[in-house]
């Protein structure tokens, strides 16, 4: 099927859809007998230990998250392989372990993920490194060690993959992103190749405010060939899918050797479960928007293209007034990070409105990426932050302002649209991302789907990590889909929810005289 084909994104997006009806009419229950074990193992390939003194930066979080990418600017920057490993261990590894009454551990990552399930795996591909020889390999968390899967320096095979993009021909390192569809699935059935996005989105929000605390530029991918990117990763198409490519570093002289001869593997991994449940419409969803070839990928890129926030302000503005920078906390993000969890219980207490403009305003800066942006536009329900009236709004990037659409505290509105459940209910806000698919599927296809939700969650990851630097809490939220669009029309009329974000303060905090 063609990418250009955009009646499979609406097929799979319609029949992916929460619904009350929905829900109720196919009800789900875990199967608790074949939970996929949450990592990726080669039970045959030797462990590269990654070094684990790590140095921490020392560029507050706020300014990190909120940092523009780092411009290249001719000047060499190649990653260490601390410095790889830093990015490793704070964008997916493990930060800690937590053991149930029974003996069974629990295992957290650096960003949020859907039911902390964890199918997005790492893969790294370089050119000869310091302390690490060209090749490619995989991130292994659970023991944080790098397996070799391929000897050599294949980034060349990325720069034609990818039409010759200038980030990746002029990257001494590029990260892939890959997800295993089954990790996810389990709980969440088709439903999961969204995640495949949510996910990675989370991840690429750590890496990305890390990398600029370290001055590494990095740079978003999501336009290549997506055969030869799991050629060359050996990954399963029947099972697992390539997500992202990030372009870390810089060289002035570009990658410019032919692609070396690149073999089948066959790598054994070990069993994620005693048996899988295949989602047919999760690889449908993969394969009807891949691109085949590198001309189409360059067709693809050079698309016209169209900014989100269209709609003019019609009603009077209320500007932001995010911190000053003497007033920001200056925890480093290493910190922030390493902190970071998802709130389970929100307590009914304000925010101060420059707590929410500042989110707003350090999360919604531009993202180095190779379809431009941003594509969603952010609405907000908020029902306690102080100096701002309780009540629903659209946040304008170009004016720093906030329009408001409707007066009056939505509680229960915020509750049933997060899934009936209290965490939306008691949120000081609820910040939701939709964007106009049609203009996103008419400018990139079928894969416009794939950016769309993935540059609603880099922006939604980034929330979470200003949340928690300026101490307060944050959890990701599925949703009934048609449900937001309608609460937030007329002025969303024919928009798609692709990320919602509850902010506030967790319980046992007090109240503020």
Not at 237 to 253: D, H, I, K, Y
Request: proline share 7%; net charge neutral.
């Amino acid at each position: 099927m063609s990418n250009n084909d955009v009646d499979a994104a609406w097929y799979y997006h319609n029949g992916t859809k929460h619904s009350v009806a929905r829900l109720r009419a196919e009800p789900h229950y875990l199967d608790w007998d074949i939970r996929p074990m949450p990592f990726k193992v080669y039970p045959h390939l030797e462990a590269i230990p990654l070094p684990r003194e790590l140095s921490p930066s020392s560029l507050p979080a706020l300014e990190a998250i909120g940092s523009a990418p780092v411009a290249a600017g001719g000047v060499p920057r190649v990653p260490s392989l601390s410095g790889l490993a830093r990015l490793l261990h704070l964008s997916a590894g493990i930060t800690r372990k937590k053991v149930s009454p029974g003996g069974q551990e629990h295992y957290f990552r650096a960003a949020a993920c859907t039911g902390a399930l964890y199918h997005i795996d790492l893969y790294v591909i370089c050119g000869d490194l310091p302390d690490l020889p060209a090749g490619v390999y995989h991130f292994g968390p659970h023991n944080f060690s790098l397996y070799r899967l391929r000897a050599g320096d294949h980034r060349a095979a990325l720069v034609e993959a990818t039409g010759g993009e200038p980030s990746i021909r002029h990257a001494p390192v590029i990260i892939a992103c890959a997800s295993t569809y089954w990790r996810n699935a389990w709980k969440y059935r088709a439903r999961a190749y969204r995640h495949c996005f949510w996910d990675t989105g989370t991840i690429l929000a750590n890496l990305f405010a890390v990398a600029a605390a370290d001055n590494v530029p990095a740079s978003l991918v999501c336009g290549f060939v997506d055969d030869t990117v799991s050629h060359l990763l050996a990954l399963d198409p029947m099972r697992e899918g390539p997500v992202a490519l990030v372009a870390l570093g810089f060289e002035p002289q570009a990658v410019a050797a032919p692609p070396l001869h690149v073999p089948a593997l066959s790598l054994a991994t070990l069993p994620l479960s005693s048996r899988e449940v295949d989602y047919a419409s999760i690889r449908e969803m993969q394969a009807a928007s891949s691109l085949a070839t590198a001309a189409e990928v360059r067709a693809w890129r050079t698309s016209p293209q169209r900014r989100a926030e269209d709609v003019p302000l019609t009603s009077p503005q209320l500007a932001l007034r995010p911190l000053p920078g003497a007033a920001r906390p200056r925890e480093a993000i290493d910190q922030v990070i390493l902190r970071r969890g998802s709130t389970r219980d929100f307590a009914r207490v304000p925010i101060d409105f420059t707590q929410l403009a500042t989110i707003l305003d350090v999360s919604t800066r531009g993202l180095a990426a190779d379809f431009g942006g941003p594509l969603n536009d952010v609405y907000l329900i908020v029902n306690a932050v102080d100096d701002l009236p309780a009540g629903t709004y659209v946040y304008h990037r170009a004016a720093s302002a906030l329009e408001q659409l409707r007066a009056g505290e939505c509680r229960r509105q915020a509750g049933h649209l997060g899934l009936g459940q209290e965490l939306p209910r008691d949120a000081a806000v609820n910040v939701y991302l939709l964007c106009d698919l049609d203009a996103v599927l008419a400018r990139f296809g079928n894969r416009g789907y794939r950016v769309a939700q993935l540059d609603a969650a880099v922006a939604g990851g980034r929330m979470y990590l200003a949340a928690y630097a300026l101490r307060l809490g944050a959890t990701g939220l599925t949703f009934f889909d048609d449900d937001v669009t309608g609460f937030f029309s007329p002025h969303a009329a024919r928009k798609s929810v692709m990320f919602l974000v509850a902010i506030g303060r967790g319980k046992g905090a007090r109240p503020r005289a």
